[in-house]
C-alpha cells in the first residue's frame, strides 16, 4: 500500500473517532484541602471539545489522500 493511502485510511478512522465522541475527557486529582497530616483531595473530570469541523475536515482529507492515492498506481 502506499503511503497516500495509508495516511488516507487514518485520517478517515480519526474522523469516524472525532464525530462519535466529540471530546477527550481525562480526570485530574486536586488537593482541596491540606492542614498539617489532613488532605482531602477531589477528582474533577475535564473534557477537551472537539467541533465536528474537525471531524469533516480530517473526513475531506483522507477522501483526497485516497484518490491521489488511487491515481497514482
Known amino acids: 500500500m502506499k503511503s497516500y493511502t495509508l495516511i488516507g485510511i487514518g485520517l478517515i478512522v480519526l474522523a469516524v ?15 482541596v484541602v491540606d492542614i498539617g497530616p489532613l ?16 471531524g469533516g475536515i480530517a473526513l475531506v482529507g483522507g477522501i483526497v489522500l485516497l484518490v491521489m492515492g488511487n491515481k497514482k498506481s
Do not use: C, H, M, N
Open 17 to 31: 473517532i472525532a464525530f462519535a465522541y466529540q471530546g477527550i475527557t481525562y480526570t485530574t486529582r486536586e488537593k
Open 39 to 54: 488532605e482531602i483531595s477531589a477528582d474533577t473530570d475535564k473534557t477537551i471539545p472537539l467541533p465536528p469541523i474537525v
